[in-house]
């Protein structure tokens, strides 16, 4: 199937790009005043066929001009979300708050845990996580769910998961004022918090998150469009990849057990998961307290790596979206 | 010369009706799923250009391919072959409201769907005054949508669509949204897109809109064209196979021909004659015709009164009249008598019409009566709307 169209837009984007947007906004001043020389604009095929080698670049400039919508979109997202209710936006602080007692009250009370602040260990872990699972869960019913819309209107169809991305960023954004607090706290209650340079490792890991995340993202919003069962699926799969990260557990307890069974592939694998890293990350420049619990290895080439591996893959998924998105309207 | 805005070239679209959308389904018929999909040509290559300022009507039967077509136009669909090229801004009004979610406010809906639409946020900023102005719900634009009546809902929703100043606009079955004044409103916003030389395609059974508005007609049957070109002549030959399959459909039912009343008195044939009293189904307007049925009284009737009623395709009553209106006494009836309606001109528009006979007393006390008997058409080579038949000119000084 032929991917995204190359229809007009507001940004003027067509296949002879320049002049264009000039022309198209000019047209446009003359809102009220008649006459629209639509000459000017040139012709263009509905739905060009793109290569798939060559077409990401053209696929991403459509998306580009349709960033207003996205905006729009992630807009509604979080509106929606929190509609109707007193405390409103408040509930996504909330939220991770409680989850922070409830960590605090039960491991490290209940279960007595000696591991020091580990409260905020297991929520600098989650923190990213929830972002990773929020992404991935929301853009699989993201084609789906909006249905009504995509039959009936026509934009990028990127633009749906992308705005699950945007709102999932922005929640994010909010439970990291939680963890900031929460460390604030600690600091005072005399733990050691100390900044670090691994503080600056948090950006790259935020991208190689949402990299991967997208990535995933984007493959399964088109598949679930023609298998159905992939929504419930994931949401196992997800359940049980957290416990194939190190949230609740530190990282070393499995280093440790596989070396001294001598797993080294079981090693390898299981430090080649991309979120592992990213999750280490995270412990690494948040929880100060007891460094010897996070997972130490270097991990700016790692990051790196996987950060380059994920762009490619992103590439991969995205053709996949354009080549099967021009059925998504017949098939829901 | 004009320029061409939508160019369909030999565009064919094959839909496959495939129900295994679970993990369960595709297991348990492994290997059936090829003879499990279902396919059919909604559309079978299909061409045609239209020129920048051309008022385009889609017309056909429910499944005709019509409204694929004009998403394939929209690129909402991808064609299975062929290709669509066309210019300039389009705006697809396929669902008004498509994009509201109801837990936003009029305003946030109006942003989101003009977003939808493709206008940035400043150019919203610009139309947003007139957007609202025109939907005439100023008190209500900071509630909830849910909250909105649906006439309000739809004014809001059609009022953004037309703001979005498309060079093209693709009308799906919208139109009819509303109440009499505001749909007014839009007819006359269209009438501005056509001034403005905007083209615009719609998809619509209200065949009278599609005279009254249209400049060209394409009529799809089962996904070919059948007729490209004259609304009139479109229209007509809708009409034409609509009435058959009326009548095929009445007579599978097979229903008596519909007697109503007490039976005191019976009704046969029904006939419509022309001026030399000859039967006749068709008639241009303005010609004299005769509307001639028998009527049989088994007993002595003294009290009794025949009338007539023309209702057009749509079931609105045209024209309706009976003896006593008319000042005459009729005689006691005993046995047969024929009745006989003389009309010096039927002042009938274009259309289809349905001819209704009864006989019942003064006081209304209904003795006979026959439904929607006589079928005729009126052909006409004026162009106007409505079931009245006249010929004004036109002066202005």
Same mark, same amino acid.
């Given at each position: 199937?032929?991917?995204?169209?190359?229809?007009?837009?507001?940004?003027?984007?067509?296949?002879?790009?320049?002049?264009?947007?000039?022309?198209?906004?000019?047209?446009?001043?003359?809102?009220?005043? @008649?006459?629209?020389?639509?000459?000017?604009? $040139? +012709?263009?095929?509905?739905?060009?066929?793109?290569?798939?080698?060559?077409? #990401?670049?053209?696929?991403?400039?459509?998306?580009?001009?349709?960033?207003?919508?996205?905006?729009?979109?992630?807009?509604?997202?979080?509106?929606?979300?929190?509609?109707?209710?007193?405390? @409103?936006?408040?509930?996504?602080?909330?939220? $991770? +708050?409680?989850?922070?007692?409830?960590?605090?009250?039960?491991?490290?009370? #209940?279960?007595?845990?000696?591991?020091?602040?580990?409260?905020?260990?297991?929520?600098?872990?989650?923190v990213i996580w929830g972002l990773f699972t929020d992404i991935v869960g929301g853009c699989t019913g993201s084609i789906v769910g909006n249905g009504g819309l995509l039959k009936k209107t026509y934009f990028p169809r990127e633009i749906f998961p992308l705005s699950v991305v945007g709102a999932a960023v922005v929640n994010f954004l909010f439970q990291m004022i939680v963890l900031l607090a929460a460390l604030a706290l600690a600091a005072v209650t005399g733990q050691r918090v100390v900044p670090t340079w691994d503080l600056a490792l948090v950006p790259l890991a935020l991208v190689v998150c949402v990299v991967w995340a997208t990535t995933l993202g984007l493959f399964l919003a088109a598949a679930t469009v023609y298998l159905r069962d992939l929504q419930h699926l994931i949401e196992v799969i997800l359940l049980a990849l957290f416990w194939l990260v190190p949230i609740v557990y530190a990282v070393t307890l499995p280093l440790n057990s596989f070396a001294a069974n001598g797993h080294q592939t079981l090693l390898t694998l299981y430090l080649a998961n991309p979120m592992l890293n990213v999750i280490a990350a995270f412990q690494r420049a948040f929880y100060t307290m007891g460094p010897e619990y996070t997972l130490q290895a270097d991990l700016w080439p790692r990051l790196g790596f996987f950060l380059v591996v994920g762009l490619g893959l992103l590439w991969l998924a995205q053709r996949y979206f354009a080549r099967v998105q021009g059925n998504f309207a017949q098939e829901l | 010369m004009t320029a061409n805005v939508i160019a369909v070239d030999q565009v064919s679209k094959r839909f496959k009706i495939n129900s295994n959308k679970s993990l369960k389904e595709l297991v348990v018929n492994r290997g059936q799923t090829k003879a499990h999909a279902t396919e059919f040509w909604a559309l079978k290559d299909v061409s045609f250009d239209v020129p920048a300022g051309t008022t385009l009507g889609l017309i056909g039967h429910n499944g005709s391919g019509k409204s694929t077509l004009l998403k394939l136009v929209g690129g909402i669909l991808t064609p299975t072959s062929g290709v669509v090229r066309r210019r300039g801004r389009l705006a697809a009004l396929l669902e008004l409201g498509a994009g509201f979610h109801g837990d936003l406010t009029g305003r946030e809906n109006v942003y989101l769907n003009a977003a939808i639409l493709g206008l940035s946020r400043r150019q919203t900023d610009r139309y947003f005054d007139d957007i609202v102005a025109f939907s005439g719900i100023e008190k209500f634009i900071d509630t909830q949508v849910k909250f909105y009546s649906s006439g309000m809902y739809v004014r809001l929703a059609f009022s953004v669509a037309i703001h979005v100043d498309p060079e093209i606009l693709l009308i799906d079955e919208v139109l009819a949204v509303g109440d009499e004044a505001f749909q007014r409103k839009c007819l006359d916003k269209i009438r501005t897109f056509q001034r403005e030389g905007r083209t615009i395609v719609f998809v619509t059974h209200g065949l009278d809109m599609v005279r009254e508005l249209c400049d060209r007609v394409i009529l799809l049957d089962h996904g070919n064209v059948v007729i490209d070109g004259d609304p009139v002549a479109a229209v007509r030959a809708i009409r034409d196979t609509w009435q058959d399959d009326a009548v095929t459909e009445a007579a599978a039912r097979e229903i008596p021909e519909a007697e109503l009343g007490n039976g005191q008195m019976s009704i046969g044939a029904v006939r419509m004659l022309d001026g030399s009293g000859s039967p006749v189904s068709r008639l241009a307007p303005n010609q004299p015709c005769t509307f001639e049925f028998e009527v049989d009284s088994a007993g002595r009737t003294t009290d009794w009164v025949s009338g007539i009623a023309i209702e057009n395709h749509?079931?609105?009553?045209?024209?309706?009249?009976?003896?006593?209106?008319?000042?005459?006494?009729?005689?006691?009836?005993?046995?047969?008598?024929?009745?006989?309606?003389?009309?010096?001109?039927?002042?009938?528009?274009?259309?289809?019409?349905?001819?209704?006979?009864?006989?019942?007393?003064?006081?209304?006390?209904?003795?006979?009566?026959?439904?929607?008997?006589?079928?005729?058409?009126?052909?006409?080579?004026?162009?106007?709307?409505?079931?009245?038949?006249?010929e004004p000119t036109v002066e202005v000084r």
């Open positions: 199937m032929p991917p995204i169209t190359a229809t007009e837009s507001p940004a003027g984007r067509s296949t002879p790009v320049d002049g264009t947007a000039e022309t198209t906004s000019a047209a446009l001043e003359q809102h009220g005043h @008649g006459e629209i020389d639509v000459e000017a604009l $040139p +012709m263009t095929v509905v739905h060009a066929r793109r290569s798939f080698w060559r077409g #990401f670049g053209e696929d991403v400039r459509d998306i580009w001009s349709y960033r207003g919508l996205l905006v729009q979109l992630v807009r509604k997202e979080l509106k929606v979300k929190y509609k109707d209710s007193v405390l @409103g936006f408040f509930w996504t602080l909330v939220r $991770p +708050m409680i989850q922070l007692v409830i960590y605090y009250v039960a491991f490290t009370l #209940f279960l007595g845990n000696s591991q020091p602040a580990y409260a905020i260990f297991i929520f600098s872990g989650l | 749509l079931d609105q009553l045209c024209y309706g009249t009976n003896s006593g209106l008319l000042g005459e006494q009729l005689a006691p009836i005993l046995g047969s008598r024929t009745v006989r309606f003389h009309v010096p001109a039927l002042a009938l528009g274009e259309g289809h019409y349905h001819l209704t006979v009864a006989v019942h007393s003064h006081e209304g006390i209904e003795y006979a009566r026959k439904n929607r008997v006589a079928n005729f058409k009126i052909y006409s080579d004026r162009e106007q709307v409505g079931p009245a038949y006249l």
